[in-house]
């Protein structure tokens, strides 16, 4: 057994999990990333025991609220993902790293000056004046396009760095990478905040094939992002019944259809119903709150207002039932 290999299996055997149920949990981020069980395992756990090739990480944060942050370092369920974000070398991260000043600044500017790094965007950048958002002196808007040259994988995090978010509809007219960096691959995770399954994914098959995963036409892996909210929601038969929860304050309604309290669950693609958050343990139609559609591109302002079915999007998915383009789920 060769010396990696060893202190991954120290490393399991610390966090409380076998070798078997890290294997199991990286094989089913790999079979829903569309990769085989053969690359997994030849290429996966190699790259994983590799410790001497830590991945070196740029996370760089604009107009944002930390979300994303707090997603990621959350990360500690299941044990596996965290022992899979342990082996990324976060070399730059303002809220999480020790350095303050000059030296993460050197820091920032080594990484940037070796190349091949993965940069990891959270936030949107002002599109009207750069003076809403600088970091160390500089618009955040250049510092982005000089991390971008050299980087081996761009990753956007959230709905404001992938399409603008919250601070779009703000005096900052805040955008994302999408439009920050023209004619650059990006990889868009665009829930608020985003998804660790989601990034640790991501992370997992770069590390594995060195490649971006199949996205779809806004950047999103299709694996993630190819369903809508609406087709695996278990509400879905009220709504295809015209019963929409009107009260949520009477019991006798409790799990009937959000769509009349703004939920804009039909026009959002995200495997949210399915994969739910927080280890899986609930998601917001579960919860009671309709979806606001935080993996759209048109995330806030074109969702307003939120929690009732006045906005031009809900009028616009009324509209769409009446006329049969929401075709009713066939029941199993
Ligand atoms: Fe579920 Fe929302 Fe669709 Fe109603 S409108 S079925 S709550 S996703």
Redesign the pocket.
């Known amino acids: 057994m060769g010396e990696a290999q060893k202190n991954l299996d120290r490393e399991l055997e610390f966090h409380g999990i076998s070798r078997r149920e890290f294997i199991k949990y990286c094989a089913a981020t790999a079979a829903v990333l569309g990769l085989s069980e053969l690359e997994l395992t030849t290429k996966i756990a190699h790259a994983l025991e590799a410790a001497a090739k830590k991945p070196p990480v740029i996370w760089l944060e604009g107009q944002d609220c930390a979300g994303c942050t707090i997603s990621f370092t959350g990360a500690l369920n299941p044990p596996a993902a965290s022992i899979i974000l342990d082996k990324l070398s976060i070399r730059y991260h303002e809220t999480i790293m020790a350095a303050a000043g000059h030296l993460s600044e050197s820091v920032y500017h080594d990484t940037v000056k070796q190349g091949g790094y993965v940069l990891i965007v959270e936030g949107s950048i002002p599109s009207t004046d750069d003076r809403f958002c600088m970091m160390g002196g500089r618009p955040f808007r250049e510092i982005v396009e000089e991390a971008a040259k050299k980087a081996a994988a761009i990753i956007a995090v959230g709905a404001c760095a992938t399409y603008g978010g919250i601070p779009a509809a703000g005096p900052t007219k805040g955008i994302g990478l999408d439009k920050a960096l023209p004619g650059k691959a990006v990889i868009n995770l665009s829930t608020c905040p985003v998804h660790t399954d989601h990034l640790v994914g991501t992370i997992l098959y770069f590390l594995s094939t060195g490649k971006v995963p199949p996205l779809d036409e806004i950047g999103r892996p299709k694996a993630y992002f190819e369903q809508s909210?609406?087709d695996n929601?278990r509400?879905?038969s009220?709504?295809d019944e015209d019963t929409f929860l009107k009260d949520w304050n009477d019991p006798t309604q409790r799990d009937w259809?959000?769509?009349e309290k703004g939920?804009k669950?039909?026009d959002t693609y995200s495997d949210c119903a399915i994969r739910r958050w927080n280890d899986g343990i609930n998601f917001c139609?579960d919860c009671g709150a309709?979806?606001q559609a935080c993996a759209s591109p048109d995330f806030y302002a074109g969702m307003t207002p939120l929690y009732t079915a006045e906005s031009e999007r809900s009028q616009n998915i009324m509209a769409r039932k009446k006329a049969g383009l929401i075709p009713k789920k066939e029941k199993v």
Do not use: D, S
Request: proline letters at 6%; charged letters at 10%.
């Open positions: 909210i609406h929601c509400r879905r009220y709504f259809c959000l769509y939920c669950g039909p139609i309709g979806c």
